[in-house]
């Protein structure tokens, strides 16, 4: 599968953006990813999606403040992000997965087989 990325851009904290990625085939075959990765850091767990979106699970930090969603339509999984803060910047990227272990492990990078090229969201203060 491939996955494209898109919606990031330069916002001010407390604003709102929402990240596409689509894809290309049916995204429920897949336990599908948001991750980020900010300078200097190690990439970071942000969201997943479990075949189409039957659970959805959020890492710590955007928890409350982040949405996944996907539109099986359109094999585009989204990301809306709200209040926005600083430490929130970073490229985000998004993933596919489909080994057996996937959605057991949707929070390790290497559950994800199809990664897109991400999109970098800047926060400013």
């Known amino acids: 599968v491939q996955l494209q990325a898109s919606g990031g851009g330069l916002v001010q904290a407390g604003d709102s953006l929402r990240l596409s990625c689509a894809a290309s085939e049916r995204t429920s075959r897949y336990v599908m990813g948001w991750f980020r990765q900010g300078p200097g850091t190690e990439r970071e767990f942000v969201a997943a999606?479990?075949?189409?979106?039957?659970?959805?699970y959020y890492g710590n930090s955007v928890k409350g403040r982040f949405t996944m969603s996907s539109d099986n339509a359109k094999n585009t999984v989204y990301l809306q992000m709200n209040s926005l803060k600083p430490e929130d910047t970073a490229i985000y990227y998004c993933?596919?997965?489909?080994?057996?272990?996937?959605?057991?492990?949707?929070?390790?990078?290497?559950?994800?087989?199809?990664w897109g090229q991400g999109t970098q969201v800047t926060v400013s203060s």
């Open positions: 993933a596919a997965g489909q080994r057996s272990d996937s959605g057991s492990y949707y929070y390790l990078v290497s559950s994800y087989d199809y």
């Open positions: 999606m479990k075949w189409g979106g039957n659970r959805i």
